[in-house]
């Protein structure tokens, strides 16, 4: 786990000084969409219900940033919407993609950007690799203090694409949350997304956990979802 620390700080600290690897074009993209649940490792963040969604990324070289915003639904008197910032890199070594960033995952009772009952910090060291036509990838994320001061996580996960045919694309990952002071479980999804126009992608995905005991939340559930970007 030492190890572990050690490697994503290191990945922050490549993100506060990239700056002299970036190139001079700025370039802003936006995105926005529906989802008949919001599904986060596995886990609804919506009670089942449906969410609006939308971001705001900027690029610059191998650098970027955003924000992303969803409703969210914990239970009575909890967060309503989430506020996520985010930034990092995206170096290329060979023919191996890597994304080193940090994550701030805001809600909207908790005040300031220092973690509360909800919001948190992670850090994240991703890597994927062109295989033929697929593309498989490793991430983990890590934070400090986890919502519900519940210590230190660490989420692992391996994921990939492939193409099936023209416009329809196969996508799926397994993965699995540690929570020092709570209980750990391995989720997993599998979906279809259709690229409907250049600009507007249908997705129907499967996900499900381990652990249908912590509620219905952690069920097995299909979500559909239609998102735009441009």
């Known amino acids: ?5 050690i490697a994503l700080a290191a990945a922050a600290a490549t993100v506060a000084l990239s700056g002299a690897a970036m190139a001079e074009e700025l370039k802003l993209s936006y995105n926005v969409g529906v989802t008949s649940d919001y599904v986060f490792r596995g886990v609804s963040q919506t009670q089942e219900d449906p969410a609006i969604q939308g971001g705001v990324d900027a690029t610059y070289g191998i650098g ?28 290329t070594i060979g023919d191996t993609s890597l994304d080193l960033g940090v994550l ?24 994927s690799r062109a295989v033929g036509p697929a593309t498989f990838g490793l991430a983990v994320y890590y934070s400090p203090e986890f919502p519900g ?8 996960e391996v994921n990939g694409a492939v193409p099936v045919m023209k416009k329809l694309t196969l996508s799926g990952a397994l993965g699995h949350q540690e929570i020092d002071k709570a209980g750990d479980y391995a989720t997993w999804n599998l979906g279809l997304t259709y690229a409907v ?16 005991g912590y509620g219905k939340i952690y069920g097995s559930r299909v979500a559909v979802g239609l998102k735009a970007a441009f």
Do not use: C, Q
Not at 104 to 111: A, E, T
Not at 197 to 212: F, P, Q
């Open 1 to 5: 786990m030492k190890a572990m620390k």
């Open 64 to 91: 970027y940033a955003g924000v992303w915003a969803s409703n969210v639904d914990f239970g009575a008197n909890d967060p309503s919407a989430e506020i996520d910032l985010y930034a990092g890199v995206r170096p």
């Open 104 to 127: 701030y995952y805001g809600y909207s009772k908790d005040k300031g950007l220092t973690p509360g009952s909800y919001s948190y910090v992670e850090l994240k060291a991703a890597a």
């Open 149 to 156: 001061k519940t210590g230190d996580a660490v989420y692992y």
């Open 197 to 212: 126009t250049d600009r507007l992608g249908l997705d129907v995905r499967y996900s499900d956990t381990d652990e249908h």
